[in-house]
């Protein structure tokens, strides 16, 4: 199983930008779907973004045109390019790996956006 770990999170204004990146273990080449998930307080994991092994991405509604998933197959990493943040933003930010019946997580990554 592959084994994700993320980084770039932090602390950010408001209108801020940061990048995510989630580091597999593996090359993700083959990965069928990488997606990046947050959980904010309180509240239940959502799906940010996805981009799948042919480069087709998705977002929700709340972060089209502010974010951008991306991956690096030489380097095995996704990145998540967060422009603009919100104090809504803030969460922590999960990495997400699914091939067939292989599902694997990171530990998360907290982003906060102060107003």
């Known amino acids: 199983q592959v084994q994700l770990v993320e980084s770039g999170g932090g602390l950010v204004q408001a209108g801020g930008s940061l990048r995510l990146s989630c580091a597999a273990s593996?090359?993700?080449?083959?990965?069928?779907?990488m997606r990046w998930y947050r959980q904010a307080p309180g509240k239940q994991r959502e799906l940010v973004a996805l981009?799948?092994?042919?480069?087709?991405?998705n977002y929700i509604d709340s972060v089209k045109g502010r974010f951008t998933i991306s991956r690096d197959v030489a380097k095995n990493t996704v990145y998540l390019q967060m422009n603009s943040l919100k104090p809504e933003d803030t969460a922590v930010y999960f990495c997400?790996?699914?091939?067939?019946?292989?599902?694997?997580w990171g530990q998360g990554t907290q982003v906060t956006v102060s107003s």
């Open positions: 997400n790996a699914a091939s067939g019946t292989e599902v694997s």
């Open positions: 981009i799948t092994s042919g480069g087709t991405t």
């Open positions: 593996r090359s993700i080449f083959s990965i069928l779907i």
